[in-house]
C-alpha cells in the first residue's frame, strides 16, 4: 500500500478516490505523504480522497485568510489559525484538511498545542473552503461538529451554520455577526488580484476601523 501511495502523482486540479482503506492505513498513508505537500485529503468511513488544488485555488485560500486575519486583528479578537491541519476522529471514522481554519472562541482551549486530538479538543470555529474543481465533504465538517464552515466557489461565497448537528445555510456568520461577510470578502478578494494584495489590505482595514468608529462592531 505505501509503495503504491508513494508512486500516485495527482496533478493540479485532479483528485483520486481510494476505496476500502483502514483507519490504520489512512494513518500510515499521512505518515507517508508527510505534512510538506500540495495535496489534500478526505477520509470518511474507508473511502479517501487526495486531491491536488490548482495554482487559483491556493491565491484565493491565501488572501481570503488573510482578511480574515486582518478582521480580527482590528477587531482585537485572539485567534489561532491551523492553515490545512489535518482533523480527524477515529470514533468518526473521518478526517479532513480544510484550506484554512481558524479557533476563535475556542481559541483559549487549543493556544501553543502542537498536536490536537478531536475526541478531547474542540473542532476549529470556522473552517474554509475554495471549490475550483471539486466539492468539500460537508458531511465531514458536520460530523466533526465544525460550528462554521465557508464555501467560496465561482466568485460567490457561502456560509454554513451547524445547528443541531445539521448544515444550514445562513445570509450571515455567528462569528462575525455585524458584518456582510457575504459581499465583503468576494468584494476585497477582487479588489486584491486587481490592484494589488498590499493595497486591498489596506483598503480592508481602514474600511473596519471606519465601521468601529461608527461604533457599528
Not at 88 to 113: H, T, W
Not at 184 to 204: D, H, S, V
Request: aromatic share 8%; glycine share 4%; with cysteine.
Amino acid at each position: 500500500m505505501l509503495l503504491e501511495i508513494k508512486k500516485i502523482t495527482v496533478p493540479p486540479g485532479q483528485k483520486i478516490l481510494l476505496h476500502d482503506i483502514s483507519w490504520s492505513d489512512f494513518e500510515a498513508i499521512l505518515e507517508d505523504l508527510g505534512e510538506h505537500r500540495a495535496s489534500r485529503i478526505a477520509y470518511d468511513n474507508g473511502i479517501l480522497e487526495i486531491m491536488t488544488p490548482l495554482p487559483e485555488h491556493e491565491v484565493s485560500k491565501v488572501l481570503i485568510g488573510d482578511l480574515i486575519k486582518a478582521l480580527l486583528e482590528e477587531l482585537d479578537i485572539d485567534f489561532w489559525s491551523l492553515g490545512s491541519t489535518t482533523f480527524k476522529n477515529q470514533l468518526m471514522a473521518k478526517g479532513i484538511e480544510p484550506d484554512d481554519c481558524f479557533y476563535i472562541k475556542s481559541e483559549a482551549a487549543v493556544r501553543g498545542k502542537d498536536r490536537l486530538d478531536l475526541t478531547i479538543d474542540p473542532p476549529p470555529d470556522l473552517a474554509i473552503e475554495v471549490e475550483i474543481t471539486s466539492r468539500s465533504n460537508l458531511n465531514i465538517y458536520q460530523a466533526l461538529k465544525v460550528t462554521e464552515l465557508w464555501r467560496f466557489e465561482q466568485g460567490k461565497l457561502e456560509i454554513y451554520i451547524l445547528q443541531d448537528d445539521k448544515y444550514v445555510k445562513s445570509p450571515m456568520s455567528l462569528i462575525f455577526a455585524n458584518l456582510p461577510v457575504v459581499a465583503l470578502i468576494p468584494e476585497y478578494l477582487t479588489q486584491a488580484k486587481n490592484i494589488g494584495r498590499n493595497k486591498a489590505m489596506k483598503a480592508f482595514r481602514n474600511w473596519i476601523r471606519e465601521q468601529i468608529n461608527e461604533e457599528k462592531f
